[in-house]
């Protein structure tokens, strides 16, 4: 019976130690469980935090494309009406470079008309003074004639 009571108490000797060891076990398992939800809960929130972090990056971006596509498009729409002016520029260069060379033309016509007007005046004057120095010394012809036809009576 002795021997009976021993290794009963030898049993519930190691079954304490077990339970024992069961229950540092256990502990160990609830605070690696707890260090587990803890560290799962952490990164959940920079996860979150991430996303986050992310939804507003692309939302920037979003706005920035935007950005950049009306400041392309009045670019754009300033570069078409620059084109415009600088066209309308030339067109107006070459209706100026035209109507000059009109002008010069029609300056060389006046200047030759003029000319060709003068010469004719001076020539025509020139006629008359011949006509009037002829008429002159025809009537002065006369007059000595008849001064003479005079002289004689």
Same mark, same amino acid.
């Given at each position: 019976?002795?021997?009976?009571?021993?290794?009963?108490?030898?049993?519930?000797?190691?079954?304490?130690?077990?339970?024992?060891?069961?229950?540092?076990?256990?502990?160990?398992?609830?605070?690696?469980?707890?260090?587990?939800?803890?560290?799962?809960?952490?990164?959940?929130?920079?996860?979150?935090?991430?996303?986050?972090?992310?939804?507003?990056?692309?939302?920037?971006?979003?706005?920035?494309?935007?950005?950049?596509?009306?400041?392309?498009?009045?670019?754009?729409?300033?570069?078409?009406?620059?084109?415009?002016?600088?066209?309308?520029?030339?067109?107006?260069?070459?209706?100026?470079?035209?109507?000059?060379?009109?002008?010069?033309?029609?300056?060389?016509?006046?200047?030759?008309?003029?000319?060709?007007?003068?010469? =004719?005046?001076?020539?025509?004057?020139?006629?008359?003074?011949?006509?009037?120095?002829?008429?002159?010394?025809?009537?002065?012809?006369?007059? =000595?004639?008849?001064?003479?036809?005079?002289?004689?009576?």
């Amino acid at each position: 019976l002795h021997a009976c009571h021993r290794d009963i108490a030898h049993e519930e000797s190691v079954l304490r130690a077990t339970q024992e060891a069961l229950r540092r076990e256990e502990a160990s398992l609830a605070a690696l469980q707890a260090r587990c939800h803890d560290e799962c809960a952490e990164l959940a929130s920079e996860c979150s935090a991430a996303q986050q972090r992310r939804r507003l990056e692309e939302d920037r971006a979003a706005e920035v494309s935007i950005q950049l596509a009306q400041a392309r498009a009045e670019r754009d729409a300033e570069a078409q009406v620059a084109r415009e002016h600088e066209r309308r520029a030339r067109t107006a260069m070459m209706a100026r470079e035209q109507a000059l060379q009109g002008l010069r033309s029609h300056e060389d016509l006046a200047v030759r008309t003029l000319k060709d007007a003068v010469a =004719k005046l001076e020539g025509d004057f020139a006629q008359e003074r011949a006509d009037f120095a002829e008429r002159d010394r025809r009537a002065l012809a006369q007059t =000595k004639e008849l001064e003479r036809q005079l002289d004689q009576r």
